[in-house]
Nanobody
Framework: EVQLVESGGGLVQAGGSLRLSCAASGFTFDSYAIGWFRQAPGKEREGVSCISSSDGSTYYADSVKGRFTISSDNAKNTVSLQMNSLKPEDTAVYVC??????????????????WGQGTQVTVSS
């Protein structure tokens, strides 16, 4: 059974940093992508970042480019999202997702096969 478990959320002041982790287990796919999405109350789910297992290529939404960094530790099946210079508008539930059998970066929620439960990130002004 595929499982994705997020950790690292919390409350931080504007300008601060948080590091989210997504621990993936229960799969041995050769090629996959892991993405981070976020959803704030009353807003649509937004693709924040994605990393491809095949070549380590990455994608960032314009809203987080230059502030967030995604990385993977394949030995530990963990993908991290380092979030710096946080803003109040970054407040949301952050969820990681897994898309299997793919070599490309994916940004749409319906392209992903498995989802974690999410972790709350709150940035105070």
């Amino acid at each position: 059974e595929v499982q994705l478990v997020e950790s690292g959320g919390g409350l931080v002041q504007a300008g601060g940093s948080l590091r989210l982790s997504c621990a993936a287990s229960g799969f041995t796919f050769d090629s996959y992508a892991i993405g981070w999405f976020r959803q704030a109350p009353g807003k649509e789910r937004e693709g924040v970042s994605c990393i491809s297992s095949s070549d380590g290529s990455t994608y960032y939404a314009d809203s987080v480019k230059g502030r967030f960094t995604i990385s993977s530790d394949n030995a530990k099946n963990t993908v991290s999202l380092q979030m710096n210079s946080l803003k109040p508008e970054d407040t949301a539930v952050y969820v990681c997702a897994l898309a299997v059998h793919t070599n490309v970066l994916l940004t749409a929620p319906d392209e992903y096969d498995y989802w974690g439960q999410g972790t709350q990130v709150t940035v105070s002004s």
